[in-house]
């Protein structure tokens, strides 16, 4: 399962995860993966550029991830997680659609609150989360009636396809003083 390496910066790098691969964890991972495939990105002079985790996909979600290459780019990168600085994109398939072109959905997710908004885009969702609870976006779209097909924990429909059809497609944030947007290319449905 190879890795699509997206930008390689001297602070981040950002690349494709496939469906069905974890983040993190026991096992095969991202970063086993990238280790594996991508040895260059690990030099043994300078430990402290090796990649490290600052967020997470769930294991059947396919999409853009973002990964730090310095002390200074992990404590930015995970702060802006932590407090909702980094903007986050992404593209489902549901079925049936929701009521209408666009919506918020608000509903608390595990006690916390969570707020997704969503546009139609063909027939696409585009999920615009501005908090990251677990299972989020699957749970406000099965909340609403409209679950994400191969979602199988939350009522999804089966469809063709490997993982559930939800893909992280864009993020932004900031580096130093700059603003930086990063797009992966669709590739559910």
Known sequence: MPLRLLQVQPHFLTLHKPANLSSQGPGQHVLAL??????????????????KSVHRLDRQVCGLMIFARSMWATRTLA??????????????????????????????VDGKEAV?????????????????????????????GSPIL????????????????LQCVSMSFTMGMERIAVEDELCIG
């Open 34 to 51: 990238l280790r594996r495939q991508h040895p260059e990105l690990y030099d043994v002079e300078a430990p402290f550029t090796a990649p």
């Open 79 to 108: 702060r802006q997680f932590r407090d909702g600085g980094v903007g986050k994109e992404y593209m489902a398939l549901v079925d049936p659609p929701p009521q209408g072109d666009s919506g918020v959905i608000t509903s608390p």
């Open 116 to 144: 997704t908004a969503w546009e139609t885009h063909g027939r696409y969702l585009l999920l615009k989360p501005t908090t990251g609870r677990k299972h989020q976006l699957r749970k406000h779209l099965a909340s609403i």
């Open 150 to 165: 191969n979602d199988v924990l939350y009522g999804g429909p089966p469809s063709n396809g490997s993982g559930i059809a």
